[in-house]
Nanobody
């Protein structure tokens, strides 16, 4: 099974930067897309940024020009560089990976989530 471990969250002042990382482990799978979501208190989880296997990227309007998603094929990881952070970026950030299992004992597709990492931006 595919497992995700996130790191890099923390407390930062408004205008500062943080870099989130998500390491992927497992065997016999192919990744279709990797993404970062976030969920603020009292709000629904929302897509922040996504990168596909062809390296096509998509960003939420609220983070365009400030955040950048990238993936490392060798380490099988996805990063989120967050610049010019605002208090409204405060949330728990989750890594998500969708893909195909090549293990016949598992379902053909999967969608795995990390445990979440807290990002707090102070004004």
């Amino acid at each position: 099974q595919v497992q995700l471990v996130e790191s890099g969250g923390g407390l930062v002042q408004s205008g500062g930067s943080l870099r989130l990382s998500c390491a992927v482990s497992g065997s016999a799978f192919t990744i279709s897309s990797m993404a970062w979501y976030r969920q603020a208190p009292g709000k629904q989880r929302e897509l922040v940024a996504q990168i596909t296997s062809s390296l096509s990227t998509h960003y939420a309007d609220s983070v365009k020009g400030r955040f950048a998603i990238s993936r490392d094929h060798y380490k099988i990881a996805v990063d989120l560089q967050m610049n010019s952070l605002k208090p409204e970026d405060t949330a728990v950030y989750y890594c998500n990976v969708d893909g195909v299992n090549h293990n016949a004992n598992l379902p053909p597709t999967f969608s795995s989530w990390g445990q979440g990492t807290q990002v707090t931006v102070s004004s």
